[in-house]
């Protein structure tokens, strides 16, 4: 997915469709997404995600912002947002692996 507003569309719809046929919507455990994304910034879409959680009174995942700035003022915007993390690039595998845990994707075993 290479914008925000995709990543948007996605969720919604999932959450819609989820909750039509199920009664219960369906949630993703984790969501990374990109700082600078065309269309829409990662802040700006996970603002927006957070939203659509709240409306169908699902828990919010754990959304990470991947990105090539470092400087504060860029991850203070990003939590403001409702990102739980915020990673720099390059990716550190090791605190990637510890969210990842976090969520539940894998088990120690796994992160190694």
Same mark, same amino acid.
């Given at each position: 997915?290479?914008? /925000? ?9 999932? @959450? ?6 199920? /009664? *219960?919507?369906?949630?993703? %455990?984790?969501?990374? @997404?990109?700082? %600078? +994304?065309?269309?829409?910034? /990662?802040? &700006? &879409? ?7 959680? #709240? ?11 991947? &990105?090539?700035? *470092? =400087? ?8 403001? %947002? /409702? +990102?739980? =993390?915020?990673? %720099?690039?390059?990716?550190?595998? *090791? #605190?990637?692996?510890?969210? +990842? ?12």
């Amino acid at each position: 997915m290479d914008n /925000g507003q995709a990543a948007i569309d996605l969720v919604a719809n999932s @959450l819609k469709q989820l909750k039509q046929n199920s /009664g *219960t919507p369906w949630s993703y %455990s984790l969501i990374l @997404l990109d700082y %600078s +994304m065309p269309k829409m910034d /990662g802040p &700006t &879409t996970a603002m927006h995600i957070c939203e659509l959680y #709240k409306k169908y009174g699902v828990e919010i995942p754990h959304i990470v912002c991947l &990105t090539a700035f *470092t =400087e504060k003022i860029f991850e203070d915007k990003a939590r403001e %947002s /409702g +990102m739980a =993390e915020f990673i %720099s690039k390059p990716i550190n595998k *090791t #605190k990637l692996n510890k969210i +990842m845990r976090e969520c539940h994707l894998i088990n120690q075993a796994e992160a190694n």
